[in-house]
């Protein structure tokens, strides 16, 4: 692979707290073998969930996808890291940002950025209502 066609590598943020991390197969890909992008939003989704239910201490649900880019295809075998933080905290809701990257299984070591997502999570209490969301 050429320079310039090769992505360019990133390191790793050290800014926002690894909360996942998985390798797709190939029953995860679609016939162009590339991974599904509905795939990696079920994934986007369970790691932007884990601060936001730490934070509730209880149920949340997702109630918003405000933002979902796809910056690269994901491969087969590729290990993507799910990196996570929180960017709002209002009454009953927790917004996080989610950025993922892939590792290629070929190039160990060197990672690219592959999706970023922000996602809305509100607290639900037992009755699957809206509640506030404790004060840290």
């Known amino acids: 692979m050429s320079d310039a066609s090769r992505p360019h590598t990133v390191a790793l943020p050290t800014d926002q707290e690894l909360v996942l991390k998985v390798i797709p197969m190939p029953a995860d890909c679609n016939a162009s ?7 990696v939003m079920a994934q986007v989704d369970l790691a932007g969930a884990v601060l936001p239910a730490r934070r509730v201490k209880g149920r949340i649900a997702t ?3 405000n933002e979902f880019i796809f910056k690269q295809a994901v491969k ?3 290990i993507l ?3 996570a933080r929180i960017v709002k905290v209002g009454r009953t809701s927790v917004t996080v940002q989610v950025e993922v990257f892939a590792e290629r299984f070929a190039l160990q070591g ?3 950025k592959v999706t970023e997502a922000r996602l809305t999570y509100v607290a639900i209490d037992k009755q699957g209502k809206p509640c506030p969301v404790p004060e840290e």
Do not use: E
């Not at 073998?33 to 795939?39: A, P, R």
């Open 33 to 39: 073998g590339d991974i599904f992008g509905g795939w």
């Open 81 to 83: 890291s799910f990196f």
């Open 76 to 78: 087969v075998g590729d």
């Open 110 to 112: 060197q990672y690219i």
């Open 63 to 65: 109630v918003a996808v």
